[in-house]
């Protein structure tokens, strides 16, 4: 490990060095401007809601994970398996393996469980990311019933040299470090990243699940102190990104992406063994290269990208055993290699209308293999999926959006994957659009689904989606201020969705289960502005979600049929409030949720009943400028009010924490 962190350091430095000594005796320094507008009056976009995270939220959660600035900022719920641990998202409502991920145009997500672990992307090698909601998916790829996340990295052809480097320090032993160097010119840019991130995470919580005194004046029982013992995480990484610009009609990049995270998982909070009983591990070691080559012509643009991907997770639990030490119980070792290709060509058939064609041809390898019960597979998966849109704008006030996907995986066809959408601009000279879709999805079962031994199931059905949604949309200026707003109402009926349940077997196996009904609302709304010397920006969103088990009540009992999934909750929202004033700046964010269930017939009699909670976060920070560099400290408080919670039953979350970020910037 220790050599291929000098062959990454060598990799991304070096190229910085020569660069930004070619470059030297050019470098102006001048102060930072973020200038952003979103045109909502698209046709391509018609009838589809897309999300994206604004840049000044980007920096404010720079030194966090995507599952913290998703769940904090999005209407997103984020199932968090403790600080660093597992995190997973529900977009409206549904599993995990249901909302699709791609890095740079390249799918992301694992093809054994069919899902991505939101704690292993930090927010330091993010850009540019975006949120395609329901059917509006299917523009990328098929599968993504909840939505779809994209994930980019852009390059700025006006850098000459620049960079930055922040250390952070935090409760729990927690330290941050990164940094960044962009080098390049008007036709060769460089960007190198590197990042580490160790924490002890060794936390204190009052431990709800075991009762161990009585309170002798009351007798009652009192609950015991702990710690979040085993829990510590280490998390590296490095990402390199070169982008050539031979003249104006060609753009040819390479972006690569190494990462190396180990963890230790706690014991739930129901355990009463003994500390040095059993210790859980994982260890994370990725690398991603995505290469693309964009060539523009008079009337349309042609894209041609190929990447590929290697996974390797072992996960291992080793059980104390007197007289012999610590023994092996679970010795898992899972490899995945994927091969990924995209050719895509965008042409303006005239001013009011465009036409897309892609195809994908996709290739994933995955060995797993488990050492103390000698299981695993060996299994590939071939996909191939091709993709026409055509959108048409009419007299300025209306447009139409048409899309068409077809998917062939492991020599099964997918029936044909449709979506219609219009926007109509309300007011002529103003972006008050109303706005609907209709659509249908489909998701095959991942390979675990499948194949995982014991309980694998081949004769599992594809899951699928028929969703429609409506509603209204606004962007522009009122009083002086930057105001927009976006109100969607959602409705999805899916079919043969996958659940894993136990079975008489001793085991766990996944089953089709009849129905599942998704529906909702989703509401965001912003403003910013100035007022003299100061800036401020108020963002929030709010999400009502239902989404209910309509199997056959024969199989699953009358306790489960028309009741909420569990760990999904009904309302959320977040609020962030941004005030910035000669150099200072303060930002609160606020979050909501309310009660989760974590049985299918929603006792809230029972003790893992989880509550509804409130969090809140607030952070200041310092901006001064020197000659060529700015010098910035943020001190954060998280868990402001010192709130008790849990995102997942028996796992805890810290209590109010701190962490003093420095930065420079040059």
Not at 138 to 148: E, K
Not at 265 to 278: F, L, Q
Not at 499 to 527: D, Q
Request: net charge positive; glycine share 6%; proline share 3%.
């Amino acid at each position: 490990m220790k050599y291929i962190s000098l062959v990454c350091l060598f990799i991304t430095v070096v190229p910085s060095i020569i660069m930004a000594q070619q470059n030297s005796d050019t470098i102006i320094s001048i102060s930072e401007i973020t200038v952003s507008a979103k045109r909502i009056f698209r046709k391509e976009d018609a009838g589809m809601r897309v999300d994206e995270v604004d840049t000044l939220i980007l920096m404010k959660k720079i030194n966090m994970s995507l599952s913290d600035l998703l769940s904090e900022n999005t209407s997103l719920f984020i199932k968090n398996n403790g600080r660093g641990a597992l995190a997973t998202a529900s977009f409206r409502g549904t599993a995990s393996s249901h909302t699709q991920v791609r890095w740079n145009g390249m799918n992301i997500n694992s093809p054994m469980t069919g899902m991505v672990d939101f704690s292993l992307i930090p927010v330091y090698v993010i850009d540019d990311i975006n949120i395609k909601h329901g059917g509006a998916s299917i523009s990328d790829q098929s599968g993504g019933l909840g939505g779809a996340i994209n994930i980019n990295n852009k390059v700025d052809w006006d850098n000459r040299f620049s960079g930055r480097f922040m250390q952070g320090v935090g409760s729990y032993t927690t330290f941050d470090e990164f940094a960044q160097i962009n080098v390049g010119n008007e036709k060769l840019q460089s960007k190198a990243r590197l990042y580490y991130n160790y924490s002890k995470n060794d936390y204190a919580y009052v431990n709800r699940s075991i009762a161990n005194n009585i309170d002798p004046a009351t007798s009652e029982f009192k609950n015991r102190e702990d710690k979040n013992r085993n829990a510590d995480y280490t998390k590296y990484g490095a990402m390199q990104e070169f982008f050539y610009r031979p003249n104006k009609r060609n753009i040819l990049s390479v972006k690569w992406w190494g990462q190396w995270a180990d963890r230790t998982i706690p014991r739930a909070t129901s355990y009463e063994g003994p500390d040095n009983s059993n210790l859980n591990n994982q260890d994370d070691k990725d690398n991603k290269v995505v290469a693309d080559w964009k060539h523009f012509m008079r009337n349309g643009t042609l894209i041609v990208r190929t990447g590929c991907t290697n996974k390797r997770v072992v996960y291992s639990v080793k059980n104390n055993v007197p007289g012999q030490g610590l023994i092996f119980s679970v010795n898992s070792d899972s490899e995945i290699n994927s091969s990924l290709s995209n050719i895509s060509y965008i042409h303006n058939i005239n001013s009011t209308m465009s036409a897309k064609f892609s195809a994908d041809f996709n290739y994933h390898d995955v060995v797993s293999n488990e050492s103390v019960k000698k299981t695993g597979y060996n299994k590939d998966r071939k996909e191939i999926s091709l993709f026409g849109s055509l959108s048409k704008e009419f007299f300025e006030r209306v447009n139409l959006n048409a899309m068409l996907r077809y998917t062939y995986i492991d020599g099964e066809d997918t029936p044909l994957i449709p979506f219609f959408g219009f926007d109509y601009k309300l007011l002529e000279n103003h972006n008050l659009l109303v706005k609907g879709s209709i659509s249908r999805n489909y998701h095959h079962p991942s390979l675990n689904d499948l194949y995982w031994q014991p309980g694998g199931n081949p004769d599992l059905k594809p899951e699928r989606g028929f969703s429609f949604e409506a509603g209204t949309e606004y962007s522009g200026k009122i009083y002086g201020c930057d105001v927009s707003a976006e109100v969607t109402a959602y409705r999805s009926d899916i079919d043969n969705w996958i659940i894993w349940i136990p079975s008489f077997k001793g085991f766990w196996e996944p089953r089709n289960i009849k129905r599942v009904l998704s529906y909702g609302i989703e509401a965001n709304a912003s403003v910013a502005g100035n007022i003299d010397a100061f800036s401020y920006k108020l963002f929030g969103t709010y999400a009502y979600t239902k989404s209910v088990n309509y199997g056959d009540p024969l199989v699953w009992g009358d306790n489960s049929y028309g009741k909420q999934l569990v760990y999904i909750p009904i309302h959320s929202g977040n609020v962030l409030v941004n005030v910035g004033y000669r150099g200072y700046t303060l930002m609160y964010q606020h979050n909501f949720y309310s009660e989760r269930f974590t049985t299918s017939s929603n006792d809230v009699t029972r003790r893992d009943w989880l509550y509804p909670y409130y969090m809140s976060h607030i952070s200041l920070k310092k901006e001064k400028d020197f000659n060529n560099y700015r010098l910035s400290a943020e001190l954060k408080v998280f868990n402001l009010f010192n709130e008790t919670y849990h995102s997942v039953l028996y796992r805890p979350m810290p209590k109010m924490n701190f962490m003093l970020l420095l930065t420079l910037r040059i």
